[in-house]
């Protein structure tokens, strides 16, 4: 259910997104998670056109924050790799303490493996799970 979820909100900001000859690529990625790295999502679903500087990005922690997938930046797209680069402002439990919280992940396109990582601006943690991804 909570893929379907996310792909939906993709979906939807898709069709709200300028049309392009490019057929869209998603990938439904699925992370190994840690008991102390809570800030890396279980899942990741990227939405992007080939050829983009931009690609959609959904996760149960920004459907949490955000409430809606937001806009990432393309680091890397080659035949070897996708990289992808975003952050946005978290707040603690009662909404007083403000953190930005800076995103990446690499997807290797030759056996699909995806690294992520999430580090909070101003601290030394840093956060990161490995898994796997299939592509639709």
Known sequence: MRIFFLLATLAFGLTHAAATAAKPVTYICNLEVGRRMNWVPKQLVVLIEPGAKTALVNDPI???????????????????????????????????????????????????????????????????????????
């Open 62 to 136: 920004i459907q949490y924050f955000l409430k809606k997938p937001m806009t990432a930046k393309v680091t890397a797209d080659n035949g070897q790799r996708l990289g992808l680069g975003w952050s946005y402002m978290v707040t603690d439990g009662k909404g007083r303490d403000k953190s930005e919280m800076i995103y990446s992940a690499i997807i290797r396109k030759s056996d699909m493996h995806v690294s992520m990582r999430a580090v909070p601006a101003g601290y030394d943690n840093t956060f990161s799970a490995g898994g796997s991804c299939k592509k639709q």
